[in-house]
């Protein structure tokens, strides 16, 4: 395994430094508001930082979703915009995009990730079918799910424990799949629900040889691969870096050799690809695309726009364009990296290894004495909103929701507090202020007390639950 890079200057290591690929064109104010201020809003918004307005909020690392900068060329993109109702040129730019950089045959536009999550649970599972998948992500398990799907976890163990130094924690466990697939039948197998960089375990990679052995495994029982590609250019850097024979190619190749051991793939692409709204639905079979063709229009719109502007599928193409640029990707993971490895120094309990999008605190080992029904990781982003007016989120208890059989709470291992960084939006002296107020919360630890659970909406409850001091 590559070790990172670590929070010191390039001239403490004797070494050239590295900066953004990019200089600020336009700016947007941020403000700073006073502790007072900061107790008000938190209490209004029912300690869920969700609930919070923007505008009370200094720095926000709530998430990396539709909240990057666009590039200069992106935003003349706009100015192309092909406001027609059906065949925009602004599609046939984004289907060629996605077909060049992904290498999938057919292309639906869609609002966002979750359209695309919607339409595949709908075509492709059977009540009561399978759907096994590296760790679970919140909207994917839930349109999997209402489609009449079975969950079932196949990430390798290591993906659980946030000290495992494992290179690629986001790899299926052949071994647990096969005995779920030989115990079940492969006619009871939806399709594989497999996840480039895990979002739930840390932003963990998945290796270029699980996507292989799973292909292999696929074939011998004709079950299908889908992948969620949202953060798949981040998955290609790790590989790139981190697995054997790939260092000398580039992440457009690696990305292209990894979609295409893969049936389809769905896309959210306010993230890896640098706009704030859009995604995808790609497939390789004819007939399997079709019928999405067809659903589309019920709930997205027409096949050539599915619920987007014109303007919007141009600036895709674009992002889709420069997000397997080396120097962005370098620097995108670089920053995540120097903010890990200030808290890392900081003896700050994280995730481990630092992940693409966002650096994971871990709640449990940052509040021992928290027990996972008081929150400890949706309170641990309501302390460092009131301390510095840094936004986060929770990614625990309360994003796991509970078994749509017994209604229980899940209780995931992770207890996690995600700290996500949009893309090309924030400085390295931004960075230095989420560590100094991460440190002063764990300087204070011990006097934290956590939450209880008020008001509990049916769905994804993370977004609108709202919480109280007991
Ligand atoms: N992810 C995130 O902040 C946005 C809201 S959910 C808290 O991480 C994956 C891996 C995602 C994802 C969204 C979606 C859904 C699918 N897969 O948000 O619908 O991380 O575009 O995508 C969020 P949309």
Not at 190 to 198: D, Q
Not at 301 to 327: F, P
Request: glycine fraction near 8%; charge should be negative.
């Amino acid at each position: 395994m590559t070790t990172h890079l670590p929070a010191t200057t390039g001239r403490q290591l004797g070494r050239r430094s590295w900066a953004e690929p990019w200089k600020i064109k336009m700016v947007e104010p941020l403000r700073v508001t006073t502790p007072a201020e900061r107790a008000h809003a938190l209490a209004e918004a029912g300690y869920n930082t969700f609930l919070l307005r923007s505008e009370d909020v200094y720095i926000d690392l709530l998430t990396d979703s539709g909240t990057s900068a666009m590039s200069d060329r992106q935003w003349a993109g706009l100015l192309l915009g092909d406001e027609a109702y059906a065949g925009s040129r602004n599609f046939y730019a984004l289907e060629e995009a996605v077909r060049d950089t992904y290498g999938y045959r057919h292309v639906l536009p869609v609002h966002q990730g979750r359209g695309a999550e919607h339409l595949i649970s709908q075509i492709a599972i059977r009540s009561g079918q399978f759907v096994p998948s590296n760790m679970y992500f919140t909207t994917t398990r839930l349109h999997q799910e209402r489609a009449g799907g079975v969950f079932v976890d196949v990430i390798i163990d290591e993906a659980h424990d946030p000290q495992s130094e494992h290179p690629f924690k986001g790899d299926v466990d052949i071994s647990k799949l096969e005995s779920l697939i030989t115990r079940a039948g492969a006619d009871q197998i939806a399709y594989i629900s497999l996840a480039g960089t895990v979002n739930m375990a840390g932003g963990q990679p998945v290796s270029m040889a699980c996507v292989r052995a799973l292909r292999e495994l696929c074939d011998q029982y004709r079950i299908r691969l889908f992948l969620d590609a949202t953060r798949m250019v981040e998955n290609a850097f790790f590989i790139q870096e981190r697995e054997e024979g790939y260092a000398d190619k580039t992440i457009a190749a690696i990305l292209r050799e990894f979609c295409s051991l893969t049936d389809g793939a769905w896309m959210s692409a306010k993230k890896d690809s640098l706009v704030n709204i859009g995604g995808w639905l790609a497939l390789n079979d004819a007939d399997l695309f079709e019928e999405a063709r067809n659903l589309v229009v019920v709930f997205e719109g027409l096949h050539t726009y599915g619920g987007l502007a014109g303007r919007d599928m141009e600036a895709m193409a674009i992002g889709i364009t420069e997000s397997v640029q080396q120097d962005h990707i370098r620097a995108r993971i670089g920053q995540v990296r120097y903010l890990g490895d200030l808290l890392t120094a900081a003896d700050v309990p994280v995730v481990r290894p630092v992940g693409g999008h966002a650096i994971f605190l871990d709640a449990r080992r940052f509040y021992p004495h928290l027990t996972q029904d008081e929150f400890p990781a949706q309170t641990l982003a309501a302390e460092l909103y009131l301390d510095s007016g840094v936004r986060a989120m929770e990614r625990g208890i309360v994003s796991a929701g509970r078994d749509p059989k017994t209604g229980d709470h899940h209780h995931p291992k992770l207890e996690l507090t995600r700290l996500a960084i949009p893309r090309r939006v924030y400085t390295q002296a931004h960075m230095d202020i989420v560590a100094e107020a991460v440190e002063a919360i764990y300087a204070q630890r011990d006097s934290a007390k956590g939450l209880i659970m008020t008001y509990e909406p049916r769905y994804l409850r993370f977004f609108q639950a709202r919480f109280d001091r007991p």
